[in-house]
């Protein structure tokens, strides 16, 4: 089987499984959207389950998820970049996420390889804060754990149910990357002065002159 079929027939059965999740995304219908022989899933992959197991890892594997820079120079800028990416990272592959979370109590091992992106793009978080504490740029006494799970936490939330739960999202999606990433900033004790200072309206000339009459 050539690379391309391959690739083929694990993208449909991340369509498939996607909408029907694991017993409804059956080896026929997989075959028949990937325009393959039903036998010929089984001659490659083994079963439904590596099949799906594969499909998993090469969709939503660790490897594509976004990871910060080492360049300490600009953190706010660096995260709001980083927080961006990850959103539309979780949002990509937001319905295939959601159908193992939904078939976690019964297949376990599959919500968790689902989450492995999400993971990994904790710990790079993790790593990037330590390098703030170790340069003495952030607090070094600050909880970074639980700064992290409830930054990742929002994140995630955010990706996955901002269109099913909007009300619990008031800011706009456009702005929330560059919003969690203060208040993150806030909770691990970014340095005030790193921080760029939010720019206020200029007076005119003329209402400067008549507030002081």
């Known amino acids: 089987m050539s690379e391309e079929i391959r690739h083929r027939i694990l993208a449909v059965a991340a369509h498939v499984y996607a909408q029907y999740g694991f017993r409804g995304a059956t080896t026929r219908l997989i ?3 990937a325009d393959v022989n039903e036998v010929t899933l089984f001659r490659t992959f083994g079963s439904k389950a590596q099949l799906l197991q594969e499909m998993l890892q090469s969709h ?91 930054f990742m936490s929002a994140m995630f939330g955010d990706a996955l149910y901002r269109d099913v739960m909007p009300t619990s999202f008031p800011q706009p999606a456009e702005h929330a990357p560059r919003r969690y990433v203060q208040t993150f900033l806030r909770a691990v004790g970014l340095r005030a002065a790193k921080l760029p200072v939010r720019s206020r309206p200029v007076k005119a000339a003329g209402d400067r002159q008549s507030r002081g009459r």
Do not use: F
């Not at 300490?72 to 990272?89: K, Q, S």
């Not at 330590?130 to 754990?145: F, M, N």
């Open 60 to 150: 939503v594997g660790s490897g594509a998820a976004p990871t910060l820079p080492a360049d300490l120079g600009d953190p706010e800028g660096a995260m709001t970049a980083w927080c961006e990416a990850t959103l539309e990272y979780l949002r990509n592959h937001a319905q295939v996420i959601r159908k193992t979370i939904a078939e976690a109590e019964e297949r376990p091992d599959a919500a968790c390889q689902a989450c492995e992106g999400p993971n990994s793009a904790g710990a790079s978080l993790v790593l990037y804060v330590e390098r703030l504490q170790e340069e003495g740029l952030a607090d070094p006494d600050a909880d970074v754990d639980v700064a992290v799970s409830m």
């Open 31 to 33: 075959a028949t959207e």
